[in-house]
């Protein structure tokens, strides 16, 4: 048990370490959105991002699923490779076929969408190589790709800003990038076993709690491009780009925890109350700083262009505590084969969607938001309970 746990916690420390640095780079890239391209630009990248994010959703499944089965074989895994290569390719080609009507629908050039995706054609490829490290508990790799991704994304705004047309280079500077890691998180995965065999019903669970998870992450800054005028929708992305630092820091306790719960699921329950722990102390450490130093911090993220959103910041990061929360259950829920769990949260979610699309006003959205992620994080909390008494008796 004594080197279950040191593996635990040092897993948790190099994840933690690297999310941190990821975080930085994460930060110097709203730094520079910010500043360099104002708050108008930066809702229209922010958008585009989100847009490539939720077409390229079977990625995020795909990871999760790589995690829960882990490595096939060889023949099966090079079969995958191909299979993956060509969703990427399609997912590109729909963001093409339909970049017209996006185009007119988000008030921005076609072209645009053209170009952001394609990185979509590695990135489910990528985003497999990412859940088999993760499920060989290779967090020194992961970690190292982590901050690599991160690091060169800020290279690609800093290029792209100084260019007279800066969000169409940031696009195709982004799909380079993703390439590069894909190139390399490939290698890395070669050196990995295969891990033995799970149920279909599980893996499927695995791309469930997948789809959500990428959703909750995405839907509110697409709502609010459509809703809102270029400015305010501006405003809310870059309310969600600091906010979602508390989100952020659970997705890296949640993974380390599932994986954990994977090799050693006798010691479920002891994972689960340690990573709860650590992310309520950083997560009320965080909302701490953005009460007493709203505009400093939002000054130094976005600019001070940006002022506006402090008056929201302490609120906006209630909810995103409480999707935190939702976040390290839902890892729960992939690692116990825990369906009802995930059935919880998407009620919740569910009812996050129908608020946002009757607000108007960015300060509707982020009642919607708070409100809507205080309720999901209730329904998840006590369905988990409920389980726990029947699984944990």
Do not use: C
């Amino acid at each position: 048990m004594i080197s279950q746990l040191k593996k635990f916690w040092l897993d948790n420390a190099i994840y933690g370490v690297a999310t941190l640095g990821s975080g930085i780079f994460n930060w110097l890239y709203a730094v520079l959105l910010g500043h360099r391209l104002g708050p108008s630009l930066y809702g229209v990248v922010t958008t585009l991002n989100n847009v490539v994010a939720i077409v390229t959703l079977p990625a995020s499944v795909v990871t999760l699923m790589a995690i829960r089965a882990g490595k096939p074989s060889g023949p099966q895994w090079r079969r995958w490779r191909l299979v993956y290569g060509i969703t990427g390719l399609a997912l590109w080609g729909s963001l093409v076929a339909f970049s017209g009507p996006l185009g007119r629908a988000l008030k921005m050039p076609s072209i645009f969408f053209v170009v952001f995706g394609l990185s979509a054609w590695p990135m489910v490829d990528y985003a497999a190589n990412l859940g088999y490290v993760a499920r060989a508990r290779r967090y020194r790799w992961l970690g190292g790709l982590t901050v690599m991704g991160s690091a060169l994304s800020v290279i690609d705004v800093w290029l792209a800003s100084y260019t007279r047309h800066p969000v169409l280079l940031l696009g195709a500077f982004q799909a380079v990038s993703v390439g590069m890691l894909w190139g390399l998180s490939s290698w890395i995965v070669r050196a990995i076993l295969p891990s033995g065999p799970s149920t279909k019903r599980s893996v499927a669970l695995s791309g469930a709690v997948g789809v959500l998870q990428t959703l909750t992450g995405l839907t509110d800054g697409v709502v609010a491009k459509a809703q809102l005028t270029q400015k305010m929708a501006g405003f809310y992305n870059g309310l969600a780009t600091i906010g979602q630092s508390i989100p952020y820091a659970a997705a890296s306790l949640a993974l380390v925890m599932m994986t954990a719960m994977l090799e050693h699921p006798e010691e479920s329950r002891r994972w689960l109350k340690y990573t709860l722990g650590v992310y309520l102390g950083l997560g009320m450490t965080i909302e701490g700083v953005f009460g007493l130093v709203p505009q400093q911090l939002v000054g130094w993220a976005l600019g001070s262009s940006f002022h506006p959103i402090t008056t929201w910041l302490v609120f906006y990061g209630v909810g995103m505590l409480a999707l935190g929360m939702v976040l390290i259950f839902l890892a729960e829920a992939v690692a116990r084969s825990w369906w009802l769990l995930w059935m919880a949260s998407s009620v919740g979610f569910v009812v996050w969607v129908i608020w946002l699309v009757h607000s108007h006003s960015l300060p509707h959205l982020v009642h919607a938001t708070v409100w809507s992620l205080v309720g999901m994080a209730v329904l998840t909390v006590g369905m988990r309970m409920g389980l726990g008494y029947a699984h944990d008796a």
